[in-house]
């Protein structure tokens, strides 16, 4: 499937006939609506299906990295990072805190240096992110490892390939159809609205982490956590 077909097949829901597609100023509007959604959904937790990870290598001494295409960190940048560790030697992994603006700010000394970090505070800057390390390290070769939401890629041209995990296909499609109907100011059917709500609460369902309950340590003889799903 392309680009160009999932928009026919959407445009087809709410606004052109069977075997019609769009002009070429009608596609342009519907490709600029499709990136459009796409980009409103990686803000979403429950629409990103893949938390990427990557691993970069620190640099002693130096305390921020930009990261994204062409930055210190040259790979994708996150929309949100989950978690992070530093990796130790032994492939020993240590969790690094993810800290928020307000914590960055209150550090009092924000320069101290040690010999691993333990605390991350990323700003996401656009189109480069920076990625803060506290303390800053001085061990020479340490890497550390992100956890980030990979991001639905916007595409450029109608005979791009789509390519979705399962039940994206027809989330994307009865939900550009809402947005094709906004956009061309047709009346838009009762069972888009509900194929659009109902596919996208799939995909949500589907991307919802798995829950763990938790426990107070005193309470679990020292487990702090316990997964119905699996009864450990």
Do not use: C
């Amino acid at each position: 499937m392309t680009v160009g077909d999932l928009i026919r097949a959407a445009g087809r829901l709410v606004a052109w006939h069977p075997g019609q597609s769009g002009n070429a100023d009608e596609n342009t509007a519907a490709l600029a609506a499709l990136n459009a959604m796409l980009d409103a959904w990686n803000a979403q937790r429950l629409a990103v299906y893949s938390i990427r990870q990557d691993t970069y290598t620190l640099v002693p001494g130096q305390q921020s990295y930009t990261i994204g295409p062409g930055g210190q960190f040259n790979g994708e940048r996150p929309v949100r990072i989950e978690r992070a560790n530093l990796i130790l030697p032994d492939e020993l992994r240590s969790p690094l805190e993810l800290i928020s603006a307000d914590k960055w700010a209150a550090l009092s000394l924000r320069g101290l240096t040690s010999s691993s970090p333990t605390r991350l505070y990323y700003d996401r800057g656009a189109p480069l992110g920076t990625l803060y390390f506290w303390p800053a390290p001085t061990g020479g070769g340490q890497q550390v490892e992100l956890f980030g939401w990979r991001k639905l890629a916007r595409f450029a041209a109608l005979n791009d390939p789509a390519q979705f995990p399962e039940g994206y296909e027809e989330a994307i499609q009865y939900n550009l159809a809402l947005r094709l109907a906004q956009e061309f100011h047709v009346p838009i059917p009762d069972f888009v609205v509900h194929n659009a709500r109902e596919s996208l609460a799939n995909v949500k369902r589907l991307n919802l982490p798995r829950p763990v309950m938790r426990t107070e340590p005193a309470l679990g003889h020292g487990v702090s956590g316990f997964d119905w799903r699996t009864g450990g």
